[in-house]
Each structure stands twice: as C-alpha cells, then as structure tokens.
C-alpha cells in the first residue's frame, strides 16, 4: 500500500483513561474523571427533557445546513447566518480548516505545547510545522508573527491556551492580527471562552466582523456539558466560511447535537452558574497550590496545570490509584506538571486533600 508517507509517523489520539477501565483495574467503586476538561455538572436540564420529549427521527438524514441551531445561534450572538459554520466538535472544524488550506509547500504557524490537533492536521496535509515555544506559558506573539513568510497559510492561536490556561490580552491580540499578512489566515480557537472572567479577553464577534482573514473556534463540549454529542461551530467573515463550506462534509452534525445544541443556547442560566462554580474550583485550586508551595498558572478555563517539580506520570499514577484521574502534563509538553479538570466542590475538596496525602507521604510510586 502506498500511504501517505506523513502517516506513518503519527499515533492515534491517546485518550484518557476510562472510568469503567480504571475501576476494574484498580478494584475501585468510586472514580471521579478530571481528565478531559468536561463540566462536572453535565449539560443543561433543558437539554435532556428536548431530547426526551421530542426527539428526532434516527432514519432521517440530519439538517445539513442546521438551520435552527443556525438561527438559534446568530441571533444570540448577534452575527449573520453566513458568519457561522459547524463541525462534528470543533475538532472537526481544525481538520476542514486543514484540508482547506494546508499542504506540501505551504507552512503552519502555532505556539508549543498547545491543542495537539492543530501540529496532526497539518502532518496529515504534508504541511511545514513552525512551533514557536510559549514563554511563561503565555503566546509569544513577536516570535509567530517572525515565524510568518508568504507560504503561512494559518496561524493557530489557543486562547485560553489548553493545557495552560493562559489567554491573550486583547490590545495583544490586536496588535497582531494587523500585521498578520491579510492572506493568512488566523484560527483563533475559543473552547473555553465561556468560561474567561478576565476583563481584557478579545471580543469574539467584533473580531470576526472586523477582520477578513480570521475565523474563531467554539465547542459545546465544555461548558455546555455535550462532548459526547460532538458539535461545535466557527465564526468568521462570510467570505471565509463560504470557501470553507466545500471542505465540510454535508450531514456532519447529528440531529440529536443540533437540537441538543440550540436549546443549550437558550439556557443561559445553567451557563452562568457553571461559570460561576468552576471560577469558585480554580480559587481554591489557586489557595491548595499557595498553601503547599506548588506552582500553577493562573488560569482563565476549567482546568488548572499544576507543577509537581517531578514526575507527572507518578503523580497521575499515585492519584488514579485511589480513583482520581486527571491528567500527567508529560504527553502535553510539561513533564513535570499534572491538568487537572476544574470538577464540584467535593470532587476538587476530594483530589486536594488526597494531593495532600501525596505531597506528606513523600511518596515517589
Ligand atoms: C476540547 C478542545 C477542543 C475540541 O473540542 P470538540 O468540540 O469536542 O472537538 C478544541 N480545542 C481545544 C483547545 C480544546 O481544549
């Protein structure tokens, strides 16, 4: 067979470890997954009664063009029908953009350690990778924008960056979507928008409208508690999303995640308590680590990177063991730190007091 020959030397995703998987392994009746960056609280209640009380037809080919979610969405965020795309999570959405506009000859820009997905698609397309290295965590912006010539074809941007959780002020962001060369275009991918308190992070829709060469990711995985019903959407200039349309397949989101979806949008409440709890988590995430002379960034998402100064793989071993799974940062480009997903207040309560055992104990396995 004659593969791609850039296929060969990539992996499949790693997921997580599984809760039913670490329960037999470990003879455990409790485990609390703080490993993917879900909402401890589910999805909204609304959600779940659309589903039960009306829903649709499994036979029947879903909306390709998700009108009422379309709908739903463009008047909530107040942009126009045209300025929004969906994908099969925003997942997808990476992928489309790839296809679209990746390939041999052409080169990517994007920061190191962020989303993987980004640096997968564009080995798949044949594209040149340039990485530049986050410096405190953060975007070093005057360093991408070097990295750009005339064969950048996207720049990636993660804002708030997973597995940071660091953001980009806005007067920053500005400033470097002027000198962006107007024939590259800027992928600002938002999963944790939602969940952002700081008072300088980009508006989403005065970007789109203004710029012509960018488009922002959302995903309602996160927040919105849907990740197994794989929806998320893009925002963008009409003209981007028309020349991007072709690249997306024509039923790619479900009829159970398009109506899943709208009446998420409509159910702001749930939203906002959510928002609400997980910034109560990462405060006290943020007194845990103080407390206990451990080193963090400070995070505007739903997730914290915690700095063990050993081992990541022996911290997440100690924790899964006793049924906590969270995530070691050495297959994210921190060997040394664990991500650990913003979860209830027992959940959060539960995995500090045994981070506490661990620390004690002085164990190394
Ligand atoms: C979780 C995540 C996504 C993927 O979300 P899906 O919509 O579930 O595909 C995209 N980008 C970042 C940064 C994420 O953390």
């Not at 392994?25 to 485990?31: A, D, R, S, V, W």
């Not at 045209?82 to 990746?102: K, M, T, V």
């Not at 564009?122 to 005057?142: C, Q, S």
């Not at 072709?246 to 009446?263: D, H, V």
Request: overall charge negative; glycine content about 6%.
């Amino acid at each position: 067979m004659r593969w791609k020959e850039q296929l060969l030397d990539l992996t499949p995703y790693q997921p997580g470890k599984s809760i039913e998987e670490t329960k037999r392994e470990f003879g455990l009746e409790k485990i609390v997954k703080l490993a993917s960056n879900e909402n401890p609280y589910g999805c909204s209640k609304k959600v779940l009664s659309a589903l039960r009380e009306n829903p649709p037809k499994p036979e029947l080919y879903p909306d390709g063009y998700a009108t009422v979610l379309r709908e739903t969405l463009s008047s909530a965020m107040n942009v126009q029908p045209g300025q929004l795309i969906f994908g099969n999570g925003s997942d997808e959405l990476i992928q489309i953009i790839s296809r679209a506009l990746l390939h041999p000859g052409a080169n990517t820009v994007m920061a190191a350690p962020t989303f993987p997905q980004y640096r997968h698609n564009a080995v798949l397309e044949g594209a040149e990778i340039r990485e530049i290295p986050l410096v405190n965590g953060e975007h070093d912006l005057e360093g991408m924008l070097d990295a750009i010539d005339e064969r950048t074809n996207v720049v990636w941007l993660c804002t708030p960056n997973n597995p940071t959780g660091t953001y980009i002020k806005n007067n920053e962001l500005e400033a470097f979507l002027e000198k962006v060369p107007k024939d590259t275009l800027v992928v600002i991918d938002e999963a944790y928008a939602e969940y952002v308190v700081a008072e300088d992070y980009h508006d989403t829709v005065d970007l789109a409208n203004r710029y012509g060469n960018l488009i922002l990711l959302r995903t309602f995985s996160k927040i919105y508690g849907l990740a197994s019903l794989r929806i998320g959407y893009g925002v963008a200039h009409p003209s981007i999303i028309s020349n991007l349309e072709p690249a997306r397949e024509p039923f790619n989101t479900s009829s159970f995640a398009q109506l899943a979806a709208k009446t998420a949008v409509d159910d702001k409440e749930f939203l906002n308590e959510c928002k609400k709890q997980n910034r109560e988590g990462l405060n006290s995430f943020y007194r845990f680590c103080d407390e206990h002379c451990l080193e963090y960034y400070p995070s505007q998402a739903n997730f914290i990177l915690i700095n063990f100064k050993r081992d990541g793989d022996e911290v997440f071993k100690y924790l899964l063991s006793r049924g906590y799974i969270v995530r070691s940062g050495k297959a994210l480009g921190f060997p040394t730190c664990v991500r650990v997903t913003v979860g209830s207040k027992e959940q959060n309560e539960g995995l500090q007091s045994l981070i506490l055992d661990y620390l004690q104990s002085g164990v190394l396995k």
